[in-house]
């Protein structure tokens, strides 16, 4: 009941917002003193400059500009002025401003030089770029990181993982078919960290925190800011960091500007071509009487991208010499008990649409609402084959490092897959809000909402086993093994089909997030000191459903009758090298069951568990306020606050009991917490451009949706698997120390140390239980005759390290060379954590890599800019078994591109770009530094994206 009164009070305070404060059409200064505000825009291009500093000279009154170039001092003294704007990599600019008592003078400064000067073709618009994020940097509250659009890159599909991959401390996990999805931040996986839109979490259509980075369609972002130490006025439940992108305003620009870019997109793979097209449009119109204060920016956007890749799955059991003495073994070795070639088909299709409507209904007030949608349609295909050398390990007959088989009379099977789905996803939501500016008072507020559903409308599979086989293996080539058919089965021959498995599947997952929040500053000026204080509340609720189908049929042997060579067909395909033999033809197998259903035998407990048992709805809310200080003192400024939030989870999912397999049972979970969050920050300029940061803060993490909703299962002995809506949250205490140095030509050096020391994070552990709560869950009992294997929390962990960075233009060269410039990145780490049953080892938290690289030389001459660029990630781990000899790790990742591009003209520009120009593969491997054990390896190939931007 308290969180609803909490949010009612929120929306009675944003109406309260909208309906007084925005309908004040001009600033009102009550003291005898003025103020000055205006706007901060490059010279030759027009683009509003966000991260000036404007100040008066010989008072306190400083501001930096906003993303919209905007800047407001109030409580100026009456009389003539010096105004004075900053900005790294421009002309320093000074004016003299007349200040009236009670007034609001506007001013608008436009800086040039010729390090950002967009005239013909000298430099590149990435320089811009570059020094537009050096400068947000720089001004920035906390320990921050920022890529402005024009240094995004080649990013495939719209997918802003290609651009996040490039930034200190950031790593980006790939899905199987190379696609960016989640991003870790200093060590920590993706559900540890915030992604936000203007400020705002997305929600997720997974079962788990982590947002995928594939489900947005990135255009019309103006720049992403990746926030490792936040000051309290933001979202506490990030421990690794936030990652903020910032869609774009038509303000940030003069007047019109519009731009079409058609590119086709060709994949070596599978020789095939792709496409991408886009229109961006901007404009400023006059509303209400006002002169160019309406603002229109649009983003329009389809893709069509092909992500086909061939892969290996490989499994091994270690084997111990004194368990097996039989063997001969010198020492522990791995056996390869079962392989798994297969080549996968993946076409998406997505279209994107970001809306951005600004109205600055005065000098002081603002409005916006930025709608935004994203649609994504997968079509995929996974055919393969796998290869059983032995049914278990104790039949081995004969194995080395390179070589193994089993005992000839234990045959095995040789299993024919095929799978194909079709998913259909959606992301759409808006923002609603707006800034009143009023003497030295600042007000702003935020609605926003959100839905990120995801429907899987066809997922059939289709697995025969084809028995009698005497297999052996050789693994001299460790990606390309070598399987023999010893006993002269023909794999060919459907007659040695002796079962087959269809399955079928939907699934619906749908995540509705709405927020509020509102702030309130206070910001004086004095003769020594300046600084604001700061108040605000927040309030969010995010709903979540799953709704899974999934039935489950057996097909009789072919000695029995099914025709299973009306549904399969030879295999064209050798991935890896292996020789694929057959595979099922899905498109053929759904007609047969459609025209003779009696074939196929339905598994109705299994449909029944299956459909229900990870089916779940759930509501979660948060209800957050804070307060802050920032003081400043010549060069030196201090933010201290405390945020509050109080986190509320309710849920209903199912149980469901061997004993009484087709009356599943609802279960019900419910859980509240509150965290406490401090946080200090220190920023010292020791000397014009080389600012010492300094910041200690609290974070935190919820548990995983996923661990909490997960359903009941109960066997026939009494002992149960699943959720645990009893999880606590995860915190961490985080420390920061930053040196920057910013060069007069937007260059930047900079060395930063961080350590976080986190408590309560998740493991799977097993205890016992002698009965069930009221709400359907296991109640702990150390004694109790059943086992419940579920989440729980463990002890924590710490991850601490050093990122460096260097940008710099290389204008120092002759004159033939001086078109360079050069970005270097390299971060290097330490990870402890705490694993229950292994506490007396080293391990890293799952996704930390000890070290990361980014290097890219750029060149620009003339018409012309090329860049190559390098991206390394060491291997980090995947997943915790017994012992280090089954863990799994990912291999080491990198990968070399190109991008390159030529303007005709000062409206058309063509470009070529080529990712993964060295056609590296992705692995992960089974045991501790044993990269010889590949458990998991994928080719793809090198992408080519060639086309034209066109101006008008």
Known sequence: MQNHKFGRRCIAVLTTFVALGFGFRASAQTSDNGGISGRVSDDSSGRSLEGAIVTVIGSTASDATDANGRFYLPEVAAGSQTLQVEYVGLDEWRGSVTVRRAETVEVNVRLASEVLSMEAFTVSEKARGQALAVNQQKTAAGIVNVVSEETFGNMIGGNIGYALQRLPGLTVNESEDGTPNGVNIRGLESKYNSFQIDGNRMPTSGTGRNFSTSQMTA????????????????????????????????????????????????????????????????????????????????????????????????????????????????????????????????????????????????????????????????????????????????????????????????????????????????????????????????????????????????????????????????????????????????????????????????????????????????????????????????????????????????????????????????????????????????????????????????????????????????????????????????????????????????????????????????????????????????????????????????????????????????????????????????????????????????????????????KGFYYERTTNFSEFDASGYPIIDPLGPYEFSTVDNALGATNYGIELIARQQLYFLPSVLDGFYLSLSATFTESDGKYPGRLDEELPTYGFSDRIYYAALEYVRGKFRGQLSYRYRSDYLEGLDGNETLDDWFGANESLDWESSYRFSDKLNVFLNVSNLTDEPQMSYQGYLRTDNPEDFTTYSWRATIGATYTF
């Open 219 to 758: 255009d019309g972002i103006s720049n992403i800011e990746v926030i490792k130490a936040a000051t309290p006025d933001r979202d506490g439940d990030a421990i690794g960091g936030i990652i903020n992108v910032k869609t774009r305003s038509a303000f940030q620009r003069e007047g019109r500007v519009a731009s079409v870019t058609a590119s086709g997109v060709y994949y070596d793979k599978n020789d095939s071509w792709g496409h991408n097209v886009g229109l961006s449009f901007s404009d400023l119109y006059n509303a209400f009487g006002g002169e160019d204060n309406f603002g229109l920016s649009l983003n329009l956007s389809s893709y069509k991208t092909s992500r086909d890749y061939d892969n290996l799955d490989k499994d091994y059991a270690f084997i111990d010499p004194a368990s097996r003495p039989d063997l001969n073994l010198a020492e522990p070795l791995y056996f390869h008990t079962n392989g798994t070639p297969q080549t996968n088909f993946r076409d998406t299709e997505s279209l994107g649409v970001n809306l951005a409507f600004d109205l600055r209904l005065s000098e002081s007030a603002t409005l916006y609402f930025k709608p935004f949608w994203s649609d994504r349609e997968t079509t995929a295909e996974k055919a393969r084959n796998r290869f059983y050398t032995v049914s278990n390990t104790r039949y081995i007959a004969e194995m080395d490092y390179n070589t193994g088989r089993g005992e000839p009379d234990r045959l095995t099977d040789i299993r024919f897959q095929n799978e194909k789905n079709h998913d259909d996803g959606d992301l759409y939501g808006f923002s609603f809000g707006g800034i009143y500016e009023m003497d030295t008072i600042t007000m702003n507020f935020d609605a926003f909402y959100s839905t990120n559903e995801d429907s899987r409308d066809r997922d059939t599979s289709f697995t025969v086993r084809s028995s009698g086989y005497q297999l052996d293996y050789d693994q001299t080539d460790r990606t390309a093994p070598i399987y023999t058919i010893r006993n002269g089965v023909d794999p060919m021959d459907v007659n040695n089909i002796s079962r087959g498995d269809m399955g079928l599947e939907t699934n619906d997952v749908e995540e509705e997030v709405y927020s509020f929040k509102a702030d309130w500053e206070k910001s004086f000026v004095g003769e020594d000191l300046s600084g604001s204080l700061k108040f605000g509340a927040k309030y969010r609720s995010n709903e979540k459903t799953r709704d899974k189908q999934e039935r489950n049929f057996r097909t009789d042997s072919a000695a029995d009758g099914f025709p299973y060579a009306s549904v399969m067909r030879a295999s064209n395909y050798a991935p890896m090298g292996v020789t694929m033999y057959l595979e099922p033809d899905i498109d053929a197998l759904e007609a047969l069951f459609a025209s003779q259903p009696n074939l196929f035998s339905l598994d109705e407990e299994g449909a029944v568990l299956d459909s229900v048992v990870d089916d779940f709805t759930a509501k979660e809310t948060i209800t957050a306020a804070y307060a802050m200080g920032t003081l400043t003192k010549g060069r030196h400024q201090m933010i201290a606050g405390l945020r509050y939030e109080h986190n509320t989870f309710e849920s209903d999912t199912y149980a469901f009991n061997e004993t009484d397999a087709l009356n599943p049972t609802v279960v019900h979970g419910k859980k509240d917490f509150d965290v406490w969050l401090p946080g200090i920050h220190f920023r010292h300029e020791l000397r014009k451009n080389l600012i010492l940061r300094e910041s200690y803060n609290r974070s935190y993490s919820r548990p995983d949706m996923d661990a909490l909703v997960q359903g009941i299962e109960i066997d026939e002995d009494g002992n149960a698997e699943g959720g645990n809506p009893d999880l606590t949250e995860t915190t961490s205490d985080n420390f920061d120390v930053q040196l920057e140095y910013y060069t007069e030509r937007a260059g930047l050096y900079s060395v930063g140390l961080f350590y976080k020391d986190m």
